[in-house]
């Protein structure tokens, strides 16, 4: 049985995105051109078969990430601007496929590039945790002080365990109550289940990823997306029943239900303050 991209399915549950092109198909341009991306690279190994198939599936997930991070129906014209500015981070992202990835890596975000890239006929499943990265790394010099910003901290949630000064806001209040939420116990005074078990797993690897706060922060906004009604396994999978969720690598219980609602409180809001 073939492994492509194009020969798989993936399990979707959702809303028909695609009346929102009059029933085009949608391909990479009208991709960019939707959702304001600053480049889409495709990579020359890729045919034109390979690039419909991966198009709608990036189209149907894309959609779907923006719609579960709204959270609240909105008019029309107001939906798209919301996508358009928070899903390509204000046309800062760029988005490749097939092309700009790591050996031996399915997807990765490069900060240095700006840069979300997807491996042909790999990273099915990795597109939240992936544009967390993004997010994570556009929003720190929205959330902390311009000083405080070096090639070494550069994700917001790092600079969050740092104790970096914040710049007064509501909506950076709320999203430093996520980063709370994650990485801390319910009181406050020590680090959460979810990243005493992310050390210990680097213990045992005798590596140093799992417990990092940026990767931290990613699994549990992937939790956080496969928990909403809209399904898609090419968005996101794996924080329930993988290897890595047993290990308590993704956040559990009332714990994963407080992040969730830490991350629907911030993000709701930050797409009113987008309208």
Known sequence: MSHTLQAREFYRRGPDHRELL???????????????????????????????????????????????????PYPTPKTLKIRRELISLRATLGLQYGTGGRPGVSAHYSPLQRNFALAKNAGPGSIAHEWFHAFDHYIASKLFEQDMLSP???????????????????????????YQAILLSEDGDEP?????????????????????????????????????????HFLVKGSKESTEAKAGLYPQGQHRQQINQAFSRYFSQLCLALV
């Open 22 to 72: 009059g029933g085009v198909i949608p391909d990479f341009l009208t991709i960019r051109q939707l959702f304001g991306f600053r480049s889409v690279d495709i990579g020359r190994w890729v045919n034109q078969a390979e690039q419909e198939k991966a198009a709608g599936l990036f189209f149907d997930a894309l959609c779907d990430l923006s719609q579960i991070l709204m959270t609240q």
């Open 152 to 178: 070494d901290r550069m994700f917001a949630s790092v600079l969050w365990v740092n104790d970096a000064d914040m710049i007064d806001h509501p909506l950076n209040q709320l999203l430093a109550d996520c």
């Open 192 to 232: 959460s289940e979810l990243c005493r078990a992310s050390v210990a797993m680097d213990k045992k690897q005798r590596s140093f990823y799992y417990s990092q706060p940026e990767e931290i922060c990613a699994r549990a906004f992937e939790a956080f997306i496969q928990d909403a009604s809209i399904k898609n």
